[in-house]
């Protein structure tokens, strides 16, 4: 006996990036807390773009032309809460430099607030710790452009 049958797939999707958060916004980041205040900036001003699909944010900065491809790890569990991390590690002859950042910015409307953590770490040729700078930046954005979240 032959059968004949289609396969069926499905799949449940679930959303790593709140939608309310794509489109263009003003961002303010001012400097609250750091172990070495002078080797970062007090405060910036930037618009952003954000955009994004499946589990991949995209962040340009229109002002300076930067643009970030970030996996996004955790999904998001409240639609307006947005929350990831970055690591990038520059090695040269002499030293190692590791940059890290801690982002949480929670969505209400047509802005957002939160926190930016940076984390500079230096170690020698050794792999040993020979400094570290920590920076923690209150973060609030303004939607410039962009379509506004339904609110329940």
Request: aromatic fraction near 10%; avoid cysteine.
């Amino acid at each position: 006996m032959q059968a004949n049958a289609q396969i069926l797939k499905g799949g449940v999707s679930e959303d790593y990036i709140p939608q309310g958060f794509f489109g263009s916004w003003g961002v303010i980041s001012k400097l609250d807390s750091s172990n070495n205040p002078s080797m970062f900036n007090k405060e910036s001003r930037d618009i952003w773009t954000l955009s994004g699909y499946d589990n991949v944010l995209i962040l340009e900065n229109l002002q300076s032309g930067a643009k970030s491809e970030i996996v996004i790890k955790e999904k998001n569990k409240d639609n307006s809460t947005l929350k990831f991390e970055r690591k990038k590690i520059v090695n040269n002859e002499s030293e190692k430099i590791i940059y890290k950042e801690i982002v949480q910015f929670n969505l209400y409307g047509n802005h957002f607030s939160g926190t930016d953590d940076f984390v500079v770490e230096k170690y020698n040729k050794n792999n040993k710790l020979i400094e570290k700078n920590e920076a923690m930046y209150i973060v609030s954005g303004v939607r410039i452009s962009g379509k506004s979240p339904k609110l329940n």
